[in-house]
């Protein structure tokens, strides 16, 4: 069974950084794309980036320019810095991987962006 565990969340006043961190087991990780994913309060779990097993990458709208996906094959996890932080990015982030056409989710960090 795919287990991905997320860390690095927490309260941050806003303008401020975090980097949170997914780290993957029993997948062959670096063949496969991963992805970041939020949801706030009320609202429907919503992509924020991607990242191929090239290094290519895709961002929502809402975090172009401030979050930045990586990967460390070597250590099995991918990373989101989150840079400039708002209130609006206050939600629990998941990370998620496709196998099979079966998405396995994290258990998810909470983030949250308040002075």
């Known amino acids: 069974q795919v287990q991905l565990v997320e860390s690095g969340g927490g309260l941050v006043q806003p303008g401020g950084s975090l980097r949170l961190s997914c780290a993957a087991s029993?997948?062959?990780?670096?063949?496969?794309?991963m992805g970041w994913y939020r949801q706030a309060p009320g609202k429907q779990r919503e992509l924020v980036a991607t990242?191929?097993?090239?290094?290519?990458?895709n961002y929502a709208d809402s975090v172009k320019g401030r979050f930045t996906i990586s990967r460390d094959n070597a250590k099995n996890t991918v990373y989101l810095q989150m840079n400039t932080l708002k209130p609006e990015d206050t939600a629990v982030y998941y990370c998620?991987?496709?196998?099979?056409?079966?998405?396995?989710w994290g258990q998810g960090t909470q983030v949250t962006v308040s002075s």
């Open positions: 990242i191929t097993t090239g290094n290519s990458t």
């Open positions: 029993r997948l062959i990780f670096s063949t496969y794309t």
């Open positions: 998620k991987v496709q196998l099979r056409s079966y998405d396995y």
